[in-house]
């Protein structure tokens, strides 16, 4: 099975940075892809960024380009997401994510998430 771990999160200012980790354990070799989620309470889960094991670039929301930026160190299967000039809207509980090779779903495993805190 597979585990994934969120660390980072806090109460932050608006203008801020905060980095966000992702760990992942177990059968991490299978792995395809590895992103990032926030969700609001009562609107859906939304996209934040993702980085491919395949290459071709990170992908990130319109709302967070220029502001956030995902990495993964390479020896570990470990993704952060460095979050810079924060805004209170995005404030949300942040998800890692991560999708499998030949899969059928987008995303195969989540995290429990961490909170994010972003005062104006």
């Known amino acids: 099975q597979v585990q994934l771990e969120e660390s980072g999160g806090g109460l932050v200012q608006a203008g801020g940075s905060l980095r966000l980790s992702c760990d992942a354990s177990?059968?991490?070799?299978?792995?395809?892809?590895m992103g990032w989620f926030r969700q609001i309470p009562g609107k859906e889960r939304e996209f934040v960024a993702a980085?491919?094991?395949?290459?071709?670039?990170?992908a990130y929301a319109d709302s967070v380009k220029g502001r956030f930026t995902i990495s993964r160190h390479i020896a570990k299967t470990t993704v952060y997401l460095q979050m810079d000039s924060l805004k209170p809207e995005d404030t949300a509980v942040y998800y890692c994510?991560?999708?499998?090779?030949?899969?059928?779903?987008?995303?195969?495993?989540w995290g429990q998430g961490t909170q994010v805190t972003v005062s104006s």
């Open positions: 994510a991560a999708g499998l090779r030949g899969s059928d779903k987008n995303w195969d495993y």
């Open positions: 177990g059968r991490t070799f299978s792995f395809s892809a």
């Open positions: 980085i491919r094991w395949s290459g071709g670039g990170p």
